[in-house]
């Protein structure tokens, strides 16, 4: 094998060149002496100091101080509509996968410590409903939320109208399409068999269509952009829609990876959905909102692209932590964890970014529903990545692999960090496209409380349980049989919180359709254009 | 438009990096494994009973991969055998794995359990045979006949779980399952065994 590790050792030594290069090329290219100034681009001229959330309960919008600033202001609700079609194609759709994969999550968790639950139909047996919980919420949830949050941003950051919109539209329906052949063929038993990727690889082309076809717009936008400076923002959205297609192609290559070697590059690419793909999504959309919201520009722009381009080069090599112990050269599980502990660097940089701006502004945490789930999101990330830093170490690892605890450290990414940011960004962004109001602002916050308290009860009880767990079962003088006992509790606790979850859910969904009906009460203008009174922020 | 390409490709290239290291490379390096002599390739009936394990998610509750006695002590004194090396999957497409063990590895079952007659109860309902076990049943890999045919795999269930009157007989997919199940036996000597390599361990970058 010696030659092998050479060649490991030379292909990352040419890695870390590169990512050198990269950053070498970044600062020559000004892109850090630009500093804070990249870092106001979000604002339109004047508007610093002022916040900007249409979900609040009385917010006073920055409509400009002269009428310079009064046309920029304009100039972006007119971007905004722009991209109107897009994104209420893409969000909408999310909105009815978060539904399905809720109760597709609910019925998993029931069936798991209920096991005669539905189990006479083979179409409802746990090992189908759970692929398509997390199929329904990986790539419909949380992939199309996404997505359509991306064609959100980036007219606003490229300062211009969504070019080619209607591509994006019809790469919507393609998902969707994709969605439902691929959830119909884990029912019917066509699941292709390995976890993350259960899709058959015939309907997986259907997304990489579908995904292309969002780059047009964001190719044609970002071709008439009005800005000099690329936000960070742009960075990740832009990085995250090119590293999404290569991934699920390269995975779904039919049969070119048998055996073990079929597994590190299911985990390679498992992982890669996660860091490569709704990660910088997620960051991205609190490095935009978190200042919007607060008026004020994130605290350091240069650590914002040290943070981008350590994501980059770490994320993508820390897949094989999921295979510590298995049948695989050791080498390769090294390396993986070396990665893992080394995203802490970024971890800390976006920490550092995130929270600093935060710094003197908890207080608006109280009345902005936007700022409370994208900030909680944000803190969630810090959280559930030092875990999963801490989780990859081989004595940890020993210990939490095969259990309950990784499901929880799963939910705090997916759910208390993602989801929540998403939440977030969609309390945001549907006022500016219907110009309609929120109709019923408490249900925004039963929303909160139900999801916050299910997440807290899912996670707490799912960690506790599955480290006990763990212990237990390197220790064979317990009896298989008594560790399940001794997790049944927890898993009931789970129903418990993703049954709230999933009532938050309901809440949120009943909210967003009132909002598309225009329901409640009508503003008498947009929602930017109410009567402007100079909003005075700390 | 310049810079953002820039950060595109730069984005692509150190992906494809990446793909190198974790997948060309370990391709590379496993498809060169030996094979053990031992490992037999799967019969038609066990592949089919493979692909009746893949379609029921068994994989999501239920590991293949006993690990190191020196690392994790639990699996091989709980009886799930030797540590796996790559070669034991020759035959596996696609793996599985797995990654929970919501229920115990069953990388050795045939060893373990290796009545068919066992394996289908056990199927028809874990709790026949295990009290307390919260694996689902699974009655849709069973038929419910008054008076079974000839050539009809008849199961036992015992009372109460059995049906009030007639048999329960096995249908193809049940067999075929529970004969992969008895596939899964992999105590013969592995050659590439104990396979401590030279570790690669400083931290770069
Ligand atoms: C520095 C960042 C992170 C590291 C080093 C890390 C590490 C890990 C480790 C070691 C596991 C356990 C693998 C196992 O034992 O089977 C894991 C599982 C998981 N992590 Fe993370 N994690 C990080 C951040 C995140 C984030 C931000 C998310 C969500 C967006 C996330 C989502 C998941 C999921 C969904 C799993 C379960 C995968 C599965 O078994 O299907 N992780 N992570
Ligand atoms: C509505 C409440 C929810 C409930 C009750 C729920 C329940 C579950 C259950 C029971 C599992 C299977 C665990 C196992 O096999 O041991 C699971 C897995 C998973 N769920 Fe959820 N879930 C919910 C919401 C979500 C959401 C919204 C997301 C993502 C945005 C999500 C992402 C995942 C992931 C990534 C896994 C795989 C975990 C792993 O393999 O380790 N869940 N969930």
């Known amino acids: ?538 | 438009m310049k810079r953002a390409l820039a950060i595109m490709v730069g984005a692509a290239l150190i992906l494809l990096l990446a793909t190198l290291t974790l997948v060309v490379m370990p391709y590379l390096q496993m498809s060169a494994e030996q094979v053990p002599p031992d490992l037999k390739p799967y019969t038609e009936q066990q592949q089919r009973g493979r692909q009746v394990y893949i379609a029921n998610g068994c994989v999501y509750c239920h590991s293949q991969q006993p690990r190191d006695p020196s690392f994790a002590p639990g699996d091989k004194a709980r009886g799930w055998g030797r540590p796996s090396v790559p070669g034991d999957y020759a035959y596996d497409k696609p793996h599985l794995l797995g990654t929970m063990r919501t229920g115990p590895d069953l990388f050795n079952i045939g060893a373990r359990q290796p009545s068919i007659d066992w394996q289908l109860m056990h199927l028809y309902n874990p709790r026949a045979i295990i009290k307390g076990s919260i694996m689902p049943s699974y009655p849709f890999l069973f038929r419910h006949v008054e008076e079974p045919a000839e050539g009809d795999k008849v199961v036992n269930i015992p009372p109460p779980y059995g049906p009030e009157s007639g048999k329960i007989v096995a249908t193809d997919d049940a067999l075929a399952l529970a004969e992969y199940m008895l596939a899964l036996d992999h105590t013969y000597p592995a050659p590439t065994l104990p396979k401590r390599q030279p570790k690669s361990d400083q931290p770069k970058e």
């Open chain 1, 1 to 538: 094998m010696t030659p092998t590790i050479a060649v490991l050792l030379i292909i990352t030594f040419v890695l870390s060149t590169v990512g050198l290069l990269l950053l070498i090329w970044s600062i020559a290219n000004n892109q850090f002496s630009h500093g804070q100034a990249a870092a106001r681009t979000i604002f339109s001229p004047g508007e610093e100091g002022h916040s900007e959330d249409p979900a609040r309960p009385s917010d006073l919008p920055f409509t400009g101080d002269n009428s310079e600033q009064a046309a920029a202001i304009e100039a972006r609700w007119a971007a905004d509509q722009s991209s109107r079609t897009a994104i209420l194609t893409w969000l909408s759709s999310s909105v009815f996968w978060l539904l399905l994969g809720s109760f597709f999550g609910l019925a998993s968790s029931i069936k798991m410590h209920f096991p005669e639950f539905l189990a006479a139909s083979e179409f409802l047996t746990f090992g189908r409903v759970r692929p398509v919980h997390l199929n329904a919420v990986t790539y419909g949830w949380a992939s199309m939320a996404g997505i359509g949050v991306a064609l959100f941003l980036i007219p606003r950051l490229f300062k211009t109208s969504l070019a080619g919109g209607k591509y994006a539209v019809l790469g919507g329906f393609i998902w969707n399409i994709g969605l439902v052949l691929g959830l119909s063929a884990i029912t019917l038993g066509l699941s292709d068999g390995e976890e993350w990727l259960e899709f058959p690889w015939q309907v997986d082309l259907l997304f990489v269509v579908g995904g292309a076809l969002c780059a047009i717009p964001l190719l044609l936008t970002a071709a008439n952009r009005q800005v000099e400076h690329l936000y960070v923002t742009s960075w990740y959205l832009m990085a995250a829609l090119v590293w999404f297609p290569i991934l699920f192609l390269i995975a779904n290559l039919p049969f070119a990876f048998p055996g073990a070697s079929g597994a590190t590059v299911n985990w390679w690419f498992a992982h890669n959905v996660l860091g490569l793909w709704v990660t910088p999504i997620g960051i991205g959309i609190a490095y935009y909102m978190i200042p919007k919201i607060l008026g004020r520009p994130i605290i350091s722009y240069q650590l914002s692209l040290i943070g981008f381009w350590s994501l980059a080069l770490f994320y993508s090599q820390v897949g094989i932590h999921h295979l510590i112990g298995g049948p695989i050269p050791t080498w390769l599980v090294t390396l993986s964890i070396v990665h893992s502990v080394m995203m802490s660097i970024p971890v800390i940089t976006v920490a550092i970014n995130h929270h600093g701006t935060m710094m003197g502004n908890f207080g608006r945490l109280k009345d902005s529903p936007t700022l409370r789930f994208v900030w909680i999101g944000a803190l969630m990330y810090t959280v559930s990545s030092l875990q999963g830093s801490m989780e990859a170490l081989r004595s940890i690892n020993v210990i939490t692999h095969f259990t309950h605890y990784t499901v929880a450290h799963a939910h705090l990414g997916m759910y208390a960090f993602l989801s929540f940011i998403l939440f977030g960004a969609v309390y945001f962004i549907m006022p500016r496209l219907t110009n309609w109001e929120w109709p019923w602002r408490r249900l925004i916050s039963l929303h909160f409380w139900l999801v916050s308290a299910g997440i807290l009860i899912y996670v707490v009880s799912l960690t506790v349980a599955g480290w006990k767990q763990g212990v237990a079962l390197l220790n064979a003088a317990m009896p298989f049989l008594d560790i399940v006992k001794m997790t049944l509790p927890a898993l009931q606790a789970r129903t418990l919180g993703g049954a709230l979850m999933t009532l938050g859910h309901l809440v949120f969904a009943f909210h967003f359709i009132a909002m598309l009906m225009r329901h409640g009460a009508a503003t008498e203008q947009p929602t930017l254009f109410r009567p402007a009174i100079k909003e005075t922020t700390q």
